[in-house]
């Protein structure tokens, strides 16, 4: 059995997005699902798959958050 766990930051995947939408999820899962089974021949009956939405300010990047990071790269 086997379960994946995606962690995605909660900013969503477009302008004006907070989060990931439950379209998108779904076709994570399904996507995720049918690499285990091209791959390792699990079923996808058999396969868990765990989104984790992470607030921004929680992730780093170059020893700064993220939202730090990308205002600086931005200005250089």
């Known amino acids: 059995m086997p379960i994946v766990t995606i962690q ?20 994570l899962i399904a996507g995720a699902s049918q690499l285990l089974l091209d791959v390792l021949n699990k079923p ?9 939405e992470v607030a921004l300010d929680n992730w780093g990047w170059g020893g700064l958050p993220v939202p730090e990071y990308r205002k600086r790269r931005a200005a250089s």
């Open 8 to 27: 995605v930051t909660r900013e969503g995947s477009g302008p004006g997005r907070s989060s990931v939408t439950s379209e998108e999820k779904a076709r």
């Open 44 to 52: 996808v009956e058999a396969t868990f798959v765990v989104i984790e």
